[in-house]
């Protein structure tokens, strides 16, 4: 299923708000549990939350266990929204980043991480019905709608 834009502004922005938090260091990464599954499994740590295999997830006791972070997203009934939750990873981190420095938004991220603006980059809009980009450059829109695209969409 693929999002519709006015969804994907709404998502990009608390998914912008979210790489915020992280560089500003006001989140805590959590480590992934201990893989105890069956000889037969296929390789890598089993993630309960989302059900699946992490392949490069690895059990050597000498070496850190891999970090995650969730991302929660409310739901926004007025536009069929069903809210989401995210495990997002270090690796997810420093990839976004990589596409926002290829269409050169990462300055815009940048600036916006390190200022104090309390305005939302896309907000719904209860007068209007719709969702409405904020009052912020178009580069930090343009950001929000790269890290919606780049994210996969997991509704609730």
Do not use: C
């Not at 922005?13 to 105890?36: C, F, G, S, Y």
């Not at 178009?138 to 780049?150: C, F, G, K, Q, W």
């Amino acid at each position: 299923m693929v999002p519709s834009r006015e969804i994907e502004m709404l998502r990009g922005d608390w998914l912008i708000e979210a790489l915020t938090a992280i560089a500003r260091n006001q989140v805590k990464w959590e480590p992934m549990p201990a893989n105890h599954t069956n000889p037969n499994a296929p390789p890598g740590r089993f993630h309960a939350p989302t059900q699946t295999y992490w392949q490069d997830a690895r059990e050597d006791p000498g070496i850190p266990r891999p970090m995650y972070m969730t991302i929660r997203i409310p739901a926004e009934p007025d536009i069929n929204y069903l809210g989401e939750t995210l495990w997002v990873t270090p690796t997810w981190v420093r990839e976004v980043h990589a596409a926002f420095v290829d269409h050169d938004v990462m300055e815009a991220f940048n600036n916006y991480a390190q200022s104090d603006s309390a305005t939302s980059i896309a907000y719904y809009d209860k007068q209007a019905k719709q969702v409405r980009w904020g009052l912020h450059p178009n580069a930090i829109r343009r950001a929000a709608l790269i890290v919606s695209d780049y994210t996969d969409y997991n509704p609730n």
